[in-house]
């Protein structure tokens, strides 16, 4: 069990299943499946004044997105628990580009010289933190949902906005890694 755990599946058994899930939240209500929203409904929730945007029956639109939400963190807390230090697999020449940027700190998830409470108090990393948090909220805002809401169920769909979104999402990716990562390490 704990192989199936801590090793990558394979993308052709991944891909298929997370494929899955379009059909299957179709037919289980009608439902389309990404994590975005779920910001709005929860600032619909507890927001003390809300401006028309909040103002809905987030109960009706949201509570299963939620439910979902807090399936998915509980998941990922008990694998957190079952797992405390999973191995990670960084490809040779990642770490090489990592290290010709300065960033030599690749134990964890992120790079700690790059995403700490330390990191934070720096302008440098203040910008990749703050700034990337903000852009990637403003950006899923403004696409109208976010990777996995515009990836899965938009393409699965063949809907043309998400096919945009998308593009404008790697695009954006691309350009952050190879334009905007490398002026804000220098």
């Known amino acids: 069990m704990s192989d199936l ?16 899930v379009v059909p299957a939240l179709l037919v289980a209500g009608n439902r389309s499946f990404g994590v975005s929203a779920n910001l709005r409904h929860l600032c619909a929730i507890g927001a003390p004044v809300k401006p028309p945007f909040l103002r ?4 009706q639109a949201g509570a299963w997105n939620l439910a979902f939400l807090l399936g998915a963190t509980l998941a990922g807390v008990c694998i957190g628990w079952l797992i405390p230090s999973p191995t990670l697999g960084i490809a040779d020449q990642t770490l ?11 134990s964890g998830y992120v790079p700690a ?20 948090g903000f852009l990637v909220g403003f950006g899923t805002a403004y696409a109208g949902g976010c990777t996995s809401g515009h990836g899965i169920t938009g ?9 945009i979104a998308v593009c404008g999402f790697f695009a954006g990716g691309l350009a952050g890694t190879h334009l905007l990562l490398p002026l804000l390490l220098r």
Do not use: E, K
């Not at 990558?8 to 899955?20: F, M, R």
């Not at 090489?96 to 690749?106: E, F, K, M, N």
């Not at 010289?113 to 990337?132: K, N, P, Q, Y």
């Not at 393409?155 to 096919?163: D, E, I, K, M, N």
């Open 5 to 20: 755990l801590t090793t990558p599946w394979p993308w052709h058994v991944t891909g298929p299943l997370l494929g899955l």
């Open 113 to 132: 010289s790059l995403f700490s409470w330390s990191a934070l108090t720096t302008a440098r990393g203040l910008v990749m933190i703050v700034g990337g």
């Open 56 to 59: 809905y029956n987030w109960r």
């Open 96 to 106: 090489r580009d990592l290290a010709a940027l300065g960033v030599s700190d690749v």
């Open 155 to 163: 393409l699965a769909a063949l809907q043309l906005p998400s096919l």
